[in-house]
């Protein structure tokens, strides 16, 4: 069996994620590719000390290109903030490594180009974090869709919502200020996980009209004084896709002052004969409508237990949450990379993350003009 020998840059909450879901690959079961950390790299010294605890990994450092010279890092995760992706990413590239990126795949759509046409031009492996789309529900949500009794397409919903930032008093960082998260913000931040579905169906949107909403601007900044807290914090965007050769509404959804939320992904997909309904919310509940002639129109409610694209040992009836997804993520770039992903749902391409990038510069310019925009593609 072939091995992929994984190195991480950026240890932070995302880079420990991805080293927990390496360290029970054997999980998947069966899987045609082994997988291991073998290298971690981080700015921060506390960082980088929590990765001593993964036995597999041979080099820790905290210089990048040290880690891209090593000859056993077939592939790099990398999880920083917004504004160092493209460069990050080219070293990467350039180095001879594949990539398995985090959203949003560069701060600005013109970043997303460059590290996009870098991959293509060097022929190497790429694919972007978003890892909802590999919940069962998600799963389920794809296989009724692609059954096709729904009818004519009415109406699709899908979103994100958190609610961490309701507190004022929650002290500023990367992630709400522009320089560092991009000119999205929460767009930036949520939306890769709302459109990946929606792309890959073909979805792309036509016409976008956003209304961002920015609440708190400036938020403690944890010495003592106030910083400013820039990004758009909610974001909802009413598009026109086209199903058929019929204009659909979609409405894309990502919010950070979400009350009550925590890390609520969500799809809606109504058809004028059955739909179907997700929220990690109720991670375990599938939602489906079906209407038959002469009966009560009705909504079924399934348990769905622990059915993933990838097997693994875990009992059918058993929950699924954010560690298996991820897992399962990371199972689908390996299995892609390795020509192995057979009808399963892949990873966002760099394609679809520039047209993400797309689709939100053109809520930027909705938002400024208050009139729907067409997303340049
Ligand atoms: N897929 C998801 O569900 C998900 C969730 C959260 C964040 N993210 C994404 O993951 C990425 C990182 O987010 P996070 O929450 O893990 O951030 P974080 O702030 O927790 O961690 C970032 C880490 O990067 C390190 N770093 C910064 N510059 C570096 C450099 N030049 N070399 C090496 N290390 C460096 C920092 O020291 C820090 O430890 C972002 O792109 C974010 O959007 C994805």
Redesign the pocket.
Same mark, same amino acid.
């Given at each position: 069996m072939k091995t992929i020998r994984f190195g991480i840059?950026?240890?932070?909450?995302?880079?420990r994620e991805m080293a927990s879901a390496l360290g029970r690959w054997f999980a998947l079961d069966p899987f045609p590719v082994r997988a291991e950390l073998v290298a971690v790299? $981080?700015?921060?010294q506390s960082?980088r000390e929590w990765f001593r605890r993964v036995p597999t990994v041979r080099l820790i450092t905290e210089n990048?290109h040290e880690l891209l010279a090593h000859p056993d890092v077939d592939a790099v995760y990398v999880?920083?903030?917004?504004h160092?992706h493209e460069g990050?990413y080219l070293d990467v590239l350039r180095a001879g490594k594949d990539l398995l990126a985090?959203?949003?795949f560069g701060i600005d759509g013109k970043a997303a180009r460059a590290i996009r046409d870098e991959a293509a031009r060097l022929n190497r492996f790429v694919r972007c974090?978003s890892?909802f789309p590999f919940t069962p529900g998600a799963q389920r949500v794809l296989r009724e869709i692609a059954g096709g009794g729904m009818g004519h397409i009415l109406e699709i919903v899908a979103g994100f919502h958190h609610s961490s930032d309701l507190d004022p008093d929650k002290p500023v960082n990367?992630k709400r200020q522009v320089k560092t998260c991009g000119p999205t913000g929460v767009m930036a $931040?949520l939306g890769m996980h709302v459109v990946h579905i929606p792309l890959r169906l073909g979805w792309q949107p036509r016409r976008v009209y956003a209304q961002l909403q920015k609440i708190y601007s400036e938020r403690p900044d944890g010495r003592g004084g106030m910083a400013p807290c820039d990004t758009w914090d909610n974001a909802t965007l009413h598009t026109d896709v086209e199903i058929d050769g019929r204009e659909v509404p979609m409405r894309l959804e990502t919010k950070r002052l979400a009350p009550s939320e925590t890390n609520t992904w969500f799809i809606e997909v109504l058809g004028t004969d059955g739909g179907v309904r997700y929220s990690t919310k109720e991670p375990k509940t599938l939602w489906t409508f079906a209407r038959e002639k002469g009966k009560d129109q009705m909504w079924q409610r399934a348990d769905l237990g622990h059915n993933m694209a990838f097997p693994t040992v875990t009992g059918g009836i058993f929950e699924a949450g954010f560690p298996d997804f991820l897992l399962q993520m990371i199972a689908a770039f390996v299995a892609e990379r390795a020509g192995e992903l057979g009808d399963r749902l892949g990873c966002i391409t760099p394609d679809e993350a520039v047209m993400s990038h797309h689709i939100f510069e053109a809520a930027l310019q909705s938002h400024s003009s208050k009139s729907a925009v067409a997303p340049s593609w």
């Open positions: 840059i950026g240890g932070g909450l995302m880079g790299c $981080d700015l921060q960082a990048h999880a920083v903030p917004h160092l990050l985090e959203k949003p974090s890892e990367w $931040d």
